[in-house]
């Protein structure tokens, strides 16, 4: 059973630019959810992907935008980057959009905006 | 609006001693409460969760508690080892589909 993993792990992009973030969710999981964790703080959630509509988002603007595909990868797309959107992204899978259960993260996309 | 609090930033403790973090949620009227660590520029990873109509839930030297009264959940690690240092996040869950995080404690235990 593979675990939840993301790419790229590193990037830099410059401010106006657009970023593409991917993730591959654990095997036999359905629902994926985006945080985005600037340094020192906790994760914040961006939004939530349940079979591939949108069932749950944060206090995001709609520059912030994802994609799940029919496997449950997704996909977290930033358009017009802020110096402030530099943090580490992270993704985690769970097997069921709602209930009790844990989240799996991955080991997240770090952005830096110069 | 929401908010959830975790008591400080920052908690130091000797190896040995009990390390105990707080978590406080107001404007929520969660389902269950999840505890989580992080390890520098690592994703978070799963401790325990604790659904509202328990008091108490222990996992080898972990106890967490939930008070749905206070609106307060405890988190204890026991005979702490410098392995346990790691910045810890509480996750209240209500029957929304997402979950949110608080800040987080950083705890640092010394040899």
């Known amino acids: 059973e593979t675990g939840v993993t993301q790419s790229p792990t590193h990037l830099i992009k410059t401010r106006g630019q657009q970023v593409t973030l991917r993730c591959s969710s654990q095997?036999?999981?359905?629902?994926v959810s985006w945080y985005q964790q600037a340094l020192g703080q906790g994760p914040q959630f961006i939004f939530q992907y349940y079979r591939e509509e949108e069932n749950g988002r944060g206090n995001f603007p709609p520059r912030f935008s994802g994609l799940q595909f029919p496997n449950y990868s997704s996909e977290l797309n930033v358009n017009a980057l802020e110096l402030d959107d530099s943090a580490l992204y992270l993704c985690?899978?769970?097997?069921?959009?709602?209930?009790?259960?844990?989240?799996?993260f991955g080991e997240g996309s770090r952005l830096t905006v110069l | 609006s929401q908010k959830i609090e975790q008591n400080s930033e920052a908690l130091n403790i000797q190896e040995g001693k009990t390390a105990t973090l707080t978590c406080n949620y107001t404007?929520?009227?969660?389902?269950?409460l999840q505890w989580y660590r992080q390890d520098p520029g690592r994703g978070p990873v799963f401790l325990l969760l604790?659904?509202?109509?328990?008091k108490e839930k222990r996992k080898e030297r972990l106890k967490v508690t939930f008070d749905t009264t206070l609106k307060q959940s405890l988190f204890h690690i026991t005979a702490s080892q410098p392995a346990d240092s790691a910045t810890y996040l509480c996750a209240p869950q209500d029957n929304n589909n997402d979950m949110r995080f608080g800040a987080g404690t950083r705890l640092t235990v010394k040899p």
């Open positions: 404007n929520y009227s969660p389902a269950y």
């Open positions: 985690a899978s769970r097997p069921r959009t709602s209930g009790a259960g844990e989240l799996f």
């Open positions: 604790i659904r509202e109509n328990e």
């Open positions: 095997s036999g999981h359905n629902t």
